[in-house]
T-cell receptor, first 113, second 111 residues
Framework: DSGVTQTPKHLITATGQRVTLRCSPR?????VYWYQQSLDQGLQFLIQ???????AKGNILERFSAQQFPDLHSELNLSSLELGDSALYFC????????????FGDGTRLSIL | GQSLEQPSEVTAVEGAIVQINCTYQ??????LSWYQQHDGGAPTFLSY????GLEETGRFSSFLSRSDSYGYLLLQELQMKDSASYFC????????????FGRGTSLIVHP
């Protein structure tokens, strides 16, 4: 158990809809990262938050947004969903120090019909 | 930009030793990490190399040569449960110190 909690585990929705994915980081970790993993693909970095502030942005679409709340949990919002958004979405947390490992949640599997 | 290359698939038999290579191109290299991911599961951290040389953690070891932009993960005494995908990830100033992951190597362990 990594200590990172993601909900929901599975999400099935239709094109054009909007969903929210939630992540609670490991106790003591200030940094949260969001990744997208499509079939047979590596982990594509989306965005990082540190102690409530956006710290780094990756290949995140304009239709996607995220935030980190004062209690350090984070939400990833995906809107105007397209078939190609079907993927595993992982949240990871760390202390924020560069040489510290990331601890991943079990992911949310998003299926767009 | 950054790029990483690792083999897409490696096969081995139980009890054997296998090496998964990773070459990278980046600016401002900081460190190389390895993660294991079982099918559909969460990636889990295995090792980190910030300096040249070998890091050993039980049956797993990881090596880094910064001058060659190269690293590898060595798995010894392979077990069936080691069948998984293995990702190398590079951290660099060019990437805002966010780990950039390779596409992963699928390790298949046969009995």
């Amino acid at each position: 158990d990594s200590g990172v909690t993601q909900t929901p585990k599975h999400l099935i929705t239709a094109t054009g809809q909007r969903v929210t994915l939630r992540c609670s980081p490991r106790s003591g970790d200030l940094s949260v990262y969001w990744y997208q993993q499509s079939l047979d693909q590596g982990l594509q970095f989306l965005i990082q938050y540190y102690n409530g502030e956006e710290r780094a942005k990756g290949n995140i679409l304009e239709r996607f947004s995220a935030q980190q709340f004062p209690d350090l949990h984070s939400e990833l919002n995906l809107s105007s969903l397209e078939l190609g958004d079907s993927a595993l979405y992982f949240c990871a947390s760390s202390t924020g120090d560069t040489n510290q490992p990331q601890h991943f949640g079990d992911g949310t599997r998003l299926s767009i019909l | 930009g950054q790029s990483l290359e690792q083999p897409s698939e490696v096969t081995a038999v139980e009890g054997a030793i296998v090496q998964i290579n990773c070459t990278y191109q980046t600016s401002g290299f900081y460190g190389l990490s390895w993660y294991q991911q079982h099918d559909g599961g969460a990636p889990t951290f295995l090792s980190y190399n910030g300096l040249d040389g070998l890091e050993e953690t039980g049956r797993f070891s990881s090596f880094l040569s910064r001058s060659d932009s190269y690293g590898y993960l060595l798995l010894q005494e392979l077990q069936m449960k080691d069948s998984a995908s293995y990702f190398c990830a590079v951290t660099s100033s060019g990437g805002s110190y966010i780990p950039t992951f390779g596409r992963g190597t699928s390790l298949i362990v046969h009995p």
